[in-house]
């Protein structure tokens, strides 16, 4: 390889752990009978409901629109009847439930009328637009929208366009398996993001711990009618990030702060690629993916899964065992702890990794930071993470700001190094959702004082406007005779008060109108215990009403 | 507990083994040439300082167990048992390892929070509370006509009954103590170093000595237990200081190579400047803090009242620590102004 | 000992014009103080500190005239904040004024609402919406769960519902590092 490659600071070796996956030919997994397909499975706004519970849809109709520019839409996976949209629990290491649609399937898998699109025709914003009702946000983890991501801009050419098949995460194999099968319709997805962005210059970054792969994707690159370089990088955490895999092919870092296109760079993840095929090509919404099951299982292996498939399924599938301790959505570096199996398989779903006390031990106790600088070593934003540590223990958010919080990828090298086995990861996600919560705050207070003193500044000019037209009618009347003395505010304030009142009245009679259905031709002696019961009631309510006197002398 | 799920097999106990294990050559090559009195030291140290830690980590309500065995108490009692002099009383060994761990230490608030390393407050309280114990050394065997026993050696340190002869017979002055007494008497250097204590680079057996500690130093620097900045700076520090001095008044000054081969030098250079609780942690920081570490070495040796000043002179830099490092910090990833934190 | 006294005199006066000149040259306009409690207080506009509002408040304590520990919704950690800024040792809140509640925000029956629009008129952010005879509803984006609208209703309509934590709103907790033993 001829390419020059760069070196990013940091990262680390851990076990790689990708030959109990990799080998075992990609299965479709079964068809679940129910579907659980959440509105919110990208960055940006959630997807709005388009359909309503007793519906029909039909596998790959659009069931969740995009709402507003950074969001996508969401698919139905599989035929069959709605049925609830509100919310379930969704693989979110909170556990807390949010808006999805849950779809009970048929059996017969009925296809949208779907076809291609001659993507070459269509003007750029119209065919993102597309993209977009298409579903499609990146494979990669991050779920950022990709319609936007294909959005040069104006004034930002991309003549770079970087396919990242890094996988750097140990376990995870599902890139890996993709890039050996399917090699072919990643390229023409590649097709379409360089006609969209107007790259030049188009590399593929691979660890070199994927040969397979490697040889996969040249022999495709061969067969293509533009240059693509597939680069094989060395295999070191986290080099599959983003900002690492332009460092080492191209050796210019994005600005902090900034994005990469920017700097004329776009990255997108292999799987990315092969889904923007399935839809040009083949007019197939992001309805499914691969997903390494793997870790504690009988068989490891990848499965093309449909979006809204609930995760014990699979690991079902793939044969669950005795003893495990629990499930990662990810990998070991980054993956999170899922709350329940019954959680979906979405978009961003990589990996199902199925942990055992074997295979991930319980992680020792923490000790103090004895401030030696192996997570500076290790981290690849060049960060002074025992500092960040430090501050964000001590909730000095301020100081974490200023030694760059913002920039911490989360890649989980410092944790992974610390001697002292602290979970600063966990520090730092921490700081950053308490500074997200502060300025949201900082937000609402911010509208609260606007609004206020908005509304100072009517009260006060209505009252002048008041006293202007009063002073105006007064000087008329004087003007025109001096005989029936104005009426003041008074009477006006006690035909209010009646007014209310009569309205209370009415409420009161309205709600004493609803009387129980179920009282009459009642046996006497019902009827008197119902009488003593409201009597009853009749006396709480009274003693409710009135502060006890014992409450009003506490202080 | 979210993510990372996976560690590696490093730990603070590891990280202390290597240390301890890196100062083996160091005591091998102090057993080999000057008697197996220091073992006596180290020992004693050893027991007084698991003692304190173990009542102090009571006291304050912390597990025993994690933080006995993290190793970080036997490694300030090393540093110190090897600091002190080879025949110090064992009442100077004890009250210099329980200053050490309880005040140093532990009243800071334990591991990583000390803001100066234990093993030097013990050192300083000792050498200025008791200066004339303090100089209590062993000469090298090469020199001693009857070295002292591993018994006689415990029995000089236990206050035992030991004819002052045979005691006088065996201490003698340090290199670094025969320079400054000499150049108090208005000797020239060279005149001085006519004396047999010295040898080639350093003292007799002390710049073998030396040479041991630079071995064990280069292992942990092989292994990344420690940073090149600070070892490479301080030692830099001494030669450039000494060898300024030296170029300008060879007679008043001792020749840069006699300073970096006092023991103290090669021991605080690669053992306790590059202490990382009480050390500055960026990379420049680091350069820094071991550079000025080593030139004030040289300056307290100079025109101190101390013959050594290497446990002042990092003393002193880890008052500056805070200060360097946070106007120290590195350029992170992507930052494309330089703007100091404030 | 004349010229002494001279020169402290035309000491005194020079500094005393040159403070003069800059007091002129570099006054700050409004009052910074009161503008800057008036960041760190809440906006609520709940008037629990005895105050109508919290600019008002703002500039009591600005001028001394109140103590920082009387704002319930800005909680201990707001009462932290106001002694930092002034430099001044932080205080347990008063409760004579209030304890501090989780933040919620008011919602109207809209099935026992008549249409009074005297909530709208206690609302201090314009946060309810409704005109006369007609419905009226809480803006909830908007309200700042001040409670103020909870006392003029004649019909008892309206009550607080807190805020639930949904995934938007979910925050990292605090890692919990266990040094010490659990005695």
Redesign the interface.
Same mark, same amino acid.
């Given at each position: 390889m001829s390419r020059e490659l760069f070196k990013f600071k940091g990262g680390v070796h851990p076990p790689e752990h990708k030959a109990e996956s990799n080998t075992r030919p990609i299965h479709a997994a079964p068809l679940p009978k129910k579907l659980v397909i959440p509105l919110?499975q990208h960055i940006g706004s959630p997807a709005k409901p388009m359909v309503n519970v007793g519906d029909r849809v039909l596998k790959g109709q659009m069931i969740g629109a995009a709402d507003g520019y950074i969001s996508a839409a969401v698919h139905a996976s599989s035929s069959g009847i709605v049925s609830a949209i509100g919310p379930a629990v969704?693989p979110?290491v909170?556990g807390?439930?949010?808006d999805c649609i849950t779809i009970e399937t048929d059996g017969r898998d009925e296809w949208i009328v779907h076809a291609p699109i001659d993507y070459r025709a269509m003007e750029p914003a119209d065919l993102r637009m597309r993209l977009r009702d298409m579903g499609l946000a990146g494979l990669g983890g991050a779920v950022f929208p990709s319609a936007v991501k294909l959005d040069p801009g104006a004034t930002h050419p991309c003549p770079t366009l970087i396919l990242n098949g890094g996988e750097c995460e140990p376990w995870i194999t599902c890139d890996d398996v993709l890039m050996r099968h399917h090699a072919d319709e990643i390229l023409e997805g590649v097709a379409v993001m360089r006609h969209l962005l107007g790259s030049t210059e188009i590399l593929v970054g691979i660890e070199d711990n994927k040969p397979e792969a490697i040889a996969a994707m040249q022999a495709a690159a061969q067969k293509m009618d533009f240059a693509i370089e597939v680069v094989a990088v060395p295999a070191r955490y986290p080099g599959g990030g983003a900002k690492q895999m332009i460092q080492v092919l191209t050796g210019k870092e994005v600005p902090s702060g900034k994005l990469s296109t920017d700097i004329g760079i776009q990255v997108f993840n292999v799987g990315t690629a092969h889904a923007l095929a399935r839809a040009v090509h083949h007019g197939e919404p992001l309805i499914s993916r691969l997903v390494t099951v793997t870790g504690h299982v009988l068989r490891p292996q990848n499965f093309e899964v449909l979006i809204g498939t609930p995760m014990h399924t699979l690991i079902t599938l793939a044969g669950d065992r005795d003893g495990t301790t629990g499930v990662l959505m990810g990998g070991p570096m980054m993956g999170m702890p899922m709350p329940d199996l019954e959680v979906p398989v979405v978009k961003a779903t990589n990996c199902i990794l199925v942990k055992s006390n074997d295979l991930f031990p319980p992680l020792p106790?923490?000790?103090?930071c004895i401030r030696c600088t192996r997570c500076a070593d290790a981290c690849p934003a060049e960060l002074q993470p025992q500092e960040l540590f430090r501050f964000a223990k001590a909730g000095d958010f301020g100081r974490a700001q200023e030694y760059h919080l913002f920039d911490c990828i989360e890649c989980g090298c410092c944790s992974y190094v610390c001697p002292s086995h602290?979970?600063l990861v966990?520090?730092y996600?921490?700081a950053?959702?308490?500074i997200w919560?502060r300025e949201k705050?900082k937000r609402?207070?911010?509208?609260?004082?606007e609004?206020?003193?908005?509304?100072?500044f009517r009260l006060e000019r209505e009252k002048k406007e008041k006293a202007e037209k009063l002073a105006a009618k007064a000087q008329a009347k004087r003007a025109e005779l001096a005989a029936a003395p104005a009426t003041a505010g008074a009477p006006d304030v006690d035909a209010k008060k009646a007014l209310?009142a009569a309205?209370?009245a009415?409420?009161q009679a309205k709600k004493a109108e609803v009387a129980p259905k179920n009282v009459d031709h009642l046996p006497p002696d019902t009827q008197r215990e119902i009488e003593e019961i409201e009597a009853r009631r009749a006396k709480i309510r009274e003693l409710a009403h009135q502060p006890l006197e014992s409450e009003e002398k506490k202080p | 507990m979210p993510s990372p799920f996976i560690l590696d097999r490093s730990s603070v106990t590891q990280v202390m083994a290597w240390v301890l294990a890196a100062l083996l050559p160091g005591i091998l090559v102090y057993v080999w040439l000057f008697g197996p009195g220091i073992l006596v030291t180290l020992a004693l140290a050893t027991v007084t300082a698991l003692a304190a830690e173990a009542a102090m980590l009571k006291a304050r309500?912390?597990?025993a167990k994690p933080f006995l065995l993290d190793l970080s108490a036997i490694v300030t009692a090393w540093l110190l048992a090897l600091s002190l002099p080879s025949l110090a009383p064992w009442w100077l060994i004890v009250t210099g390892t329980l200053f050490a761990i309880v005040v140093a230490k532990h009243l800071y608030g334990g591991l990583g929070q000390n803001i100066f390393n234990p093993a030097m407050v013990g050192y300083a309280v000792l050498i200025v509370s008791f200066p004339v114990q303090m100089t209590q050394w062993a000469g090298p065997l090469e020199l001693t006509a009857t070295p002292l026993t591993l018994a006689q050696s415990a029995s000089v340190i236990f206050g035992g009954d030991v004819p002052k002869a045979t005691l006088d017979a065996v201490t003698m002055a340090t290199p670094l103590d025969a320079l400054r007494t000499g150049l108090l008497q208005q000797l020239t250097v060279d005149e001085i170093m006519t004396h047999s204590i010295f040898g080639h680079y350093g003292g007799v057996g002390f710049e073998w000595l030396a040479g041991a500690f630079l071995l064990g130093g280069l292992v942990l620097w092989a292994l990344r237990i420690i940073s090149w900045q600070v070892p490479l700076a301080f030692l830099a520090g001494v030669w450039l200081a000494a060898g300024f001095l030296h170029f300008f008044d060879a007679g008043r000054f001792g020749a840069p190579w006699f300073h970096l081969f006092a023991p103290s030098v090669m021991l605080g250079a690669f053992f306790i400047a590059t202490d990382p609780v009480s050390g500055a942690t960026t990379p420049r920081g680091k350069l820094i803090f071991g550079f000025g570490a080593g030139l004030l070495t040289i300056i307290i040796r100079t025109w101190g009242g101390y013959p050594d000043g290497v446990a002042f002179a990092i003393l002193l830099m880890n008052l500056c620590v805070p200060l360097i490092d946070q106007f120290t910090q590195p350029r992170v990833y992507g930052e494309t102004k330089k703007a100091p934190p404030a | 000992m004349l010229t002494a006294i001279l020169v402290m005199v035309a000491i005194a006066v020079v500094i005393g014009l040159v403070l003069g000149w800059s007091a002129i040259r570099f006054k700050v306009e409004g009052n910074p103080l009161a503008e800057k409690i008036?960041a760190i207080?809440?906006? =609520?506009?709940c008037g629990q500190c005895g105050f109508p509002?919290?600019?008002p408040y703002a500039e009591a304590i600005a001028k001394g005239e109140a103590d920082i520990n009387q704002c319930p919704p800005g909680g201990e950690e707001g009462v932290k904040k106001l002694a930092e800024l002034l430099g001044v040792e932080p205080k347990p809140l008063d409760e004579t004024h209030g304890i501090p509640k989780p933040k919620s925000v008011a919602f109207i029956d809209e099935q =026992?609402c008549?249409?009074?629009t005297?909530c709208i008129q206690a609302c201090?952010?314009?946060?309810i919406s409704g005109a006369a005879k007609q419905m009226h509803t809480i803006i909830a984006a908007?309200c =700042?769960g001040c409670e103020l609208c909870l006392p003029p209703c004649?019909?008892d309509c309206i009550t607080m519902v807190p805020l639930a934590?949904?995934?938007p709103?979910?925050?990292?907790?605090?890692?919990v590092?266990?040094?010490?033993?659990v005695?």
């Amino acid at each position: 390889m001829s390419r020059e490659l760069f070196k990013f600071k940091g990262g680390v070796h851990p076990p790689e752990h990708k030959a109990e996956s990799n080998t075992r030919p990609i299965h479709a997994a079964p068809l679940p009978k129910k579907l659980v397909i959440p509105l919110r499975q990208h960055i940006g706004s959630p997807a709005k409901p388009m359909v309503n519970v007793g519906d029909r849809v039909l596998k790959g109709q659009m069931i969740g629109a995009a709402d507003g520019y950074i969001s996508a839409a969401v698919h139905a996976s599989s035929s069959g009847i709605v049925s609830a949209i509100g919310p379930a629990v969704v693989p979110h290491v909170s556990g807390l439930p949010d808006d999805c649609i849950t779809i009970e399937t048929d059996g017969r898998d009925e296809w949208i009328v779907h076809a291609p699109i001659d993507y070459r025709a269509m003007e750029p914003a119209d065919l993102r637009m597309r993209l977009r009702d298409m579903g499609l946000a990146g494979l990669g983890g991050a779920v950022f929208p990709s319609a936007v991501k294909l959005d040069p801009g104006a004034t930002h050419p991309c003549p770079t366009l970087i396919l990242n098949g890094g996988e750097c995460e140990p376990w995870i194999t599902c890139d890996d398996v993709l890039m050996r099968h399917h090699a072919d319709e990643i390229l023409e997805g590649v097709a379409v993001m360089r006609h969209l962005l107007g790259s030049t210059e188009i590399l593929v970054g691979i660890e070199d711990n994927k040969p397979e792969a490697i040889a996969a994707m040249q022999a495709a690159a061969q067969k293509m009618d533009f240059a693509i370089e597939v680069v094989a990088v060395p295999a070191r955490y986290p080099g599959g990030g983003a900002k690492q895999m332009i460092q080492v092919l191209t050796g210019k870092e994005v600005p902090s702060g900034k994005l990469s296109t920017d700097i004329g760079i776009q990255v997108f993840n292999v799987g990315t690629a092969h889904a923007l095929a399935r839809a040009v090509h083949h007019g197939e919404p992001l309805i499914s993916r691969l997903v390494t099951v793997t870790g504690h299982v009988l068989r490891p292996q990848n499965f093309e899964v449909l979006i809204g498939t609930p995760m014990h399924t699979l690991i079902t599938l793939a044969g669950d065992r005795d003893g495990t301790t629990g499930v990662l959505m990810g990998g070991p570096m980054m993956g999170m702890p899922m709350p329940d199996l019954e959680v979906p398989v979405v978009k961003a779903t990589n990996c199902i990794l199925v942990k055992s006390n074997d295979l991930f031990p319980p992680l020792p106790k923490a000790l103090p930071c004895i401030r030696c600088t192996r997570c500076a070593d290790a981290c690849p934003a060049e960060l002074q993470p025992q500092e960040l540590f430090r501050f964000a223990k001590a909730g000095d958010f301020g100081r974490a700001q200023e030694y760059h919080l913002f920039d911490c990828i989360e890649c989980g090298c410092c944790s992974y190094v610390c001697p002292s086995h602290i979970p600063l990861v966990d520090f730092y996600r921490y700081a950053k959702s308490e500074i997200w919560a502060r300025e949201k705050e900082k937000r609402a207070a911010d509208l609260a004082r606007e609004r206020h003193e908005f509304r100072q500044f009517r009260l006060e000019r209505e009252k002048k406007e008041k006293a202007e037209k009063l002073a105006a009618k007064a000087q008329a009347k004087r003007a025109e005779l001096a005989a029936a003395p104005a009426t003041a505010g008074a009477p006006d304030v006690d035909a209010k008060k009646a007014l209310i009142a009569a309205a209370l009245a009415r409420a009161q009679a309205k709600k004493a109108e609803v009387a129980p259905k179920n009282v009459d031709h009642l046996p006497p002696d019902t009827q008197r215990e119902i009488e003593e019961i409201e009597a009853r009631r009749a006396k709480i309510r009274e003693l409710a009403h009135q502060p006890l006197e014992s409450e009003e002398k506490k202080p | 507990m979210p993510s990372p799920f996976i560690l590696d097999r490093s730990s603070v106990t590891q990280v202390m083994a290597w240390v301890l294990a890196a100062l083996l050559p160091g005591i091998l090559v102090y057993v080999w040439l000057f008697g197996p009195g220091i073992l006596v030291t180290l020992a004693l140290a050893t027991v007084t300082a698991l003692a304190a830690e173990a009542a102090m980590l009571k006291a304050r309500g912390y597990p025993a167990k994690p933080f006995l065995l993290d190793l970080s108490a036997i490694v300030t009692a090393w540093l110190l048992a090897l600091s002190l002099p080879s025949l110090a009383p064992w009442w100077l060994i004890v009250t210099g390892t329980l200053f050490a761990i309880v005040v140093a230490k532990h009243l800071y608030g334990g591991l990583g929070q000390n803001i100066f390393n234990p093993a030097m407050v013990g050192y300083a309280v000792l050498i200025v509370s008791f200066p004339v114990q303090m100089t209590q050394w062993a000469g090298p065997l090469e020199l001693t006509a009857t070295p002292l026993t591993l018994a006689q050696s415990a029995s000089v340190i236990f206050g035992g009954d030991v004819p002052k002869a045979t005691l006088d017979a065996v201490t003698m002055a340090t290199p670094l103590d025969a320079l400054r007494t000499g150049l108090l008497q208005q000797l020239t250097v060279d005149e001085i170093m006519t004396h047999s204590i010295f040898g080639h680079y350093g003292g007799v057996g002390f710049e073998w000595l030396a040479g041991a500690f630079l071995l064990g130093g280069l292992v942990l620097w092989a292994l990344r237990i420690i940073s090149w900045q600070v070892p490479l700076a301080f030692l830099a520090g001494v030669w450039l200081a000494a060898g300024f001095l030296h170029f300008f008044d060879a007679g008043r000054f001792g020749a840069p190579w006699f300073h970096l081969f006092a023991p103290s030098v090669m021991l605080g250079a690669f053992f306790i400047a590059t202490d990382p609780v009480s050390g500055a942690t960026t990379p420049r920081g680091k350069l820094i803090f071991g550079f000025g570490a080593g030139l004030l070495t040289i300056i307290i040796r100079t025109w101190g009242g101390y013959p050594d000043g290497v446990a002042f002179a990092i003393l002193l830099m880890n008052l500056c620590v805070p200060l360097i490092d946070q106007f120290t910090q590195p350029r992170v990833y992507g930052e494309t102004k330089k703007a100091p934190p404030a | 000992m004349l010229t002494a006294i001279l020169v402290m005199v035309a000491i005194a006066v020079v500094i005393g014009l040159v403070l003069g000149w800059s007091a002129i040259r570099f006054k700050v306009e409004g009052n910074p103080l009161a503008e800057k409690i008036d960041a760190i207080l809440p906006q =609520t506009q709940c008037g629990q500190c005895g105050f109508p509002g919290c600019r008002p408040y703002a500039e009591a304590i600005a001028k001394g005239e109140a103590d920082i520990n009387q704002c319930p919704p800005g909680g201990e950690e707001g009462v932290k904040k106001l002694a930092e800024l002034l430099g001044v040792e932080p205080k347990p809140l008063d409760e004579t004024h209030g304890i501090p509640k989780p933040k919620s925000v008011a919602f109207i029956d809209e099935q =026992t609402c008549i249409g009074c629009t005297l909530c709208i008129q206690a609302c201090p952010v314009d946060a309810i919406s409704g005109a006369a005879k007609q419905m009226h509803t809480i803006i909830a984006a908007e309200c =700042t769960g001040c409670e103020l609208c909870l006392p003029p209703c004649p019909v008892d309509c309206i009550t607080m519902v807190p805020l639930a934590e949904d995934l938007p709103h979910w925050k990292w907790k605090h890692p919990v590092v266990m040094l010490k033993e659990v005695s």
